[in-house]
């Protein structure tokens, strides 16, 4: 454990941060009667799900996991999704968001980005579950409205999120207090850069889905992205598809998700290109961020993760 | 579509993969002091403002009509923050050089938002606070350097702003960083380092300033990149509060039976004689699991679990300590404390205390003063302390708590109020005497000159 440093008791900085996330996993388990575990396939989930397994091991995992399925994932993301499952023996509840449009709960958008959609059935998954707190792997590196989160974020009965009345946060004192129908978004991975998810990947050796490293397939450019063409609404005409070598900097829906050009395809690769990288990686790959300069706090208050 | 590109770099170069420790810090200045260029020079020469970042905010502050970027639109991210041009709350910030990542709390500018200022604080290893080279050390300086030194925060950086507009005076800067080290000093700070800067230009931010040839000290940031933020731990006694016990049950695991925590101060050695508190049992340590793998010691703030060789009834909520120094439970605490929400506390009120893992009942019996944020005088008997104060209180609890003094420990001598009704956070909690300057000037002091009506950190 111990860092090249002054002193035999430095913890390095992805130790520090591990310490942290483990402290936040185990308060929950403590404190709250059903904590659920939002569980893309995504880098940041997939940290927070192995910092997790060891904050409670021998033990098995005291909570379930959600995925909120938009219906336009990637397929390689949903194999690695059932294989991790499969392989540490979890409870996993999907929220799906075909389902909600398909009986006429949710209605498609125009613009075809399944993104927004996927409160809903994440709200509906919660109430009916009666979670009280849900993890998810939101980091505050990653957007503005997100550098302003708590790291328990109490939601009202709605699943509403008020910036304006957020609760002042102090030490590692973790405030999980809720009345009925509330629940507490709780984000182990606050003081996470990228860069950190990336080295503590490597560090540990987690596995991730394929797409994260550098692949050639289909593409076709759609507002600057690099997008995947598929059922979901690409491409229209006069885009065309091509063959790229690229990788994912995030997992989400195929409507918004875009690749990247890059020729990085393992972990310190992948780690070099993103200590050089001039954007950021919701810069660099997310559309729904760019629908307006607060779509992320209104996502938020909305009841989205 | 490449995210490979390299050009527009510029200061210094960075590898922030090399990089092994981690400072949290927190910034304090008023308005128009130059905290938000400060702290967007330290982003940007560090390239922690990336390109998509630095174009939303041109474009931003295009749609506001300013001629230049402002660099406030980085840190003020929400909607209301950017509508009113003021900002609302904490927000965290990441930044990474060769050396060191960095945890920085930007927090906002107003008497009314103490609470924001004490929440980074409270987790921050260094206080970075500005003062305008022009005006010194003023009001507002004081009152930063004074929750600085409540909170104690370990390390206070004094930067001298705006040395362009004193000629770069060596005279000016001297005169500033004595007297602010003479105050700080009589609030019990240990360590103040001061820095000539000029945030505008860049002069002693990242790069050391031609302007500046007499001063020979650190620039700022490798003063935050330098700055020991290890303290020795094995002179602190081991608190370990017990936050989840590990049974899994299980056929490879039958007997299996760990307490799993986060070392709140101290070491922790496998053969080390142990008491529980609050029941007083003792035991020896067995076994130590960081994380996975099995260590003979450990140390603050390393999550891990431990094992006993009694199998005693330990659960969330009890302190183990070391048997031949565990601190004495009590009921009756007496703390300074600040006040966070909206509604007020009063003597009579019924609370729930969260002191590390354990939450128990307890009653505010007196609130004996409050600190006049003006000249930092304890005034007596406020009869109730309102969103964003400061003061004394005397509580009693429900169950005995194992609590030490902050000014020995910043974690196991921290708590909060929180109103057992809807869970809303009431007071942060600091347990042990009055801090130093409360304590040395309990009588109205001379008026200092107001020269600001806010203050931020």
């Not at chain 1, 059922?231 to 690749?259: F, I, L, Q």
């Not at chain 2, 354990?358 to 302390?385: C, I, N, Q």
Request: hydrophobic share 40%.
């Amino acid at each position: 454990m111990t860092a090249r440093g002054d002193s035999p008791y430095a913890l390095s900085h992805l130790d520090a941060l591990e310490s942290e996330a483990v402290h936040v996993f185990r308060e929950v388990a403590g404190e709250f009667e059903r904590p659920v575990l939002l569980f893309s396939g995504g880098k940041d989930s997939v940290v927070m799900l192995h910092t997790a397994l060891k904050a409670f091991a021998p033990a098995p995992l005291p909570f379930a996991l959600l995925h909120v399925d938009t219906g336009h994932n990637f397929p390689e993301v949903l194999a690695y999704r059932d294989r991790v499952v499969a392989r540490h023996g979890l409870r996993l509840h999907i929220a799906s968001v075909q389902r909600f449009i398909d009986d006429g709960r949710l209605r498609e958008r125009p613009d075809g980005t399944r993104n927004p959609l996927q409160t809903v059935p994440l709200l509906d998954a919660i109430e009916r579950h009666r979670f009280d707190a849900v993890f998810g792997g939101g980091r505050r590196d990653e957007e503005k409205a997100r550098a302003k989160e708590r790291v328990f974020s109490l939601r009202d009965e709605f699943g509403g999120w008020d910036p304006r009345r957020q609760r002042p946060e102090l030490w590692d004192l973790y405030n999980g207090r809720h009345s009925p129908g509330e629940h507490v978004r709780v984000f182990p991975l606050s003081n996470w850069t990228e860069l950190d998810v990336w080295q503590y990947i490597a560090r540990e050796g987690l596995e991730l889905p394929s797409i994260y490293y550098a692949h050639e397939r289909e593409v076709f450019a759609r507002s600057g992205m690099w997008l995947t063409p598929g059922e979901w609404g690409g491409p229209r005409d006069g885009e065309r598809v091509e063959r790229r070598v690229v990788r994912y900097r995030t997992v989400g829906d195929m409507s918004c998700t875009g690749a990247v050009e890059s020729d990085a395809a393992t972990v310190d690769r992948v780690i070099e290109e993103i200590a050089a990288s001039r954007l950021t990686e919701r810069g660099a790959t997310r559309a729904d961020d760019k629908l307006s300069e607060a779509a992320m706090e209104d996502r938020k208050r909305e009841g989205y993760f | 579509m490449s995210i490979s590109s390299t050009t527009g770099i510029t200061g210094i170069a960075t590898e922030p993969a090399a990089a092994t420790s981690l400072l949290r810090f927190a910034t304090a200045g008023s308005v128009d002091d130059g905290k938000s260029t400060l702290v967007g020079r330290l982003l940007h020469d560090s390239k922690s403002v990336l390109a998509d970042q630095l174009e939303a905010v041109e474009h931003a502050s295009r749609d506001r009509g300013h001629d230049a970027p402002d660099l406030a639109l980085l840190t003020d991210g929400l909607r209301a923050e950017r509508e009113q041009g003021i900002t609302i709350d904490v927000a965290y910030r990441y930044f990474a050089t060769a050396r060191r990542r960095f945890v920085l709390a930007d927090t906002p500018g107003h008497v009314q938002y103490t609470r924001n200022m004490v929440t980074g604080a409270s987790t921050a290893e260094l206080a970075l606070v500005l003062v305008d080279a022009r005006h010194g050390v003023v009001e507002q300086t004081r009152r930063h350097a004074a929750v600085a030194a409540l909170l104690r925060v370990p390390h206070l950086v004094l930067a001298v702003n705006k040395m362009d507009l004193v000629d770069w005076s060596e005279a000016v800067f001297a005169r500033i960083a004595e007297e602010f080290t003479a105050y700080a000093g009589s609030l019990g700070v240990p360590d103040v380092t001061a820095i000539p800067v000029s945030a505008l230009a860049g002069d002693n931010v990242v790069t050391p300033s031609a302007h500046l040839d007499w001063y020979g000290g650190p620039t700022v940031l490798e003063h935050l990149e330098t700055v020991p933020v290890v303290a020795d731990p094995t002179g602190d006694p081991a608190r370990f509060p017990v936050q989840y016990v590990i049974r899994p049950r299980t056929t490879g695991h039958p007997d299996y039976r760990g307490y799993a925590g986060r070392i709140a101060s101290g070491v922790l050695r496998v053969g080390e004689r142990v008491t529980v508190l609050p029941s007083g049992r003792t035991s020896t340590i067995t076994a130590i699991d960081a994380l996975g793998t099995p260590v003979d010691v450990a140390w603050a703030p390393q999550s891990v679990t431990i094992r006993l060789a009694d199998d005693l009834d330990v659960a969330r909520g009890d302190l183990i300590a070391p048997a031949a120094d565990a601190p004495e439970p009590v009921r009756d605490v007496e703390a300074t404390v600040c006040h966070v929400a909206d509604r007020p506390l009063r003597e009579g009120d019924r609370v729930l205390l969260k002191h590390t893992t354990r939450t128990v009942k307890a009653v505010v019996k007196a609130l004996p003063s409050r600190l006049d944020p003006s000249d930092l005088a304890l005034r007596p008997s406020p009869g109730a302390l309102s969103a964003n104060d400061i003061g004394r209180v005397v509580l009693r609890t429900a169950e005995p708590l194992a609590l030490d003094d902050y000014a020995a420990s910043r974690s196991t001598g921290a708590f909060l109020l929180i109103d057992p009704a809807d869970g809303t956070t009431l007071t942060a909690g600091m347990a042990g005497p009055a801090f130093a300057a409360a304590s040395e000037r309990p009588g109205p002091a001379a008026a200092l000159p107001a020269t600001d009506d806010g203050w931020d950190f």
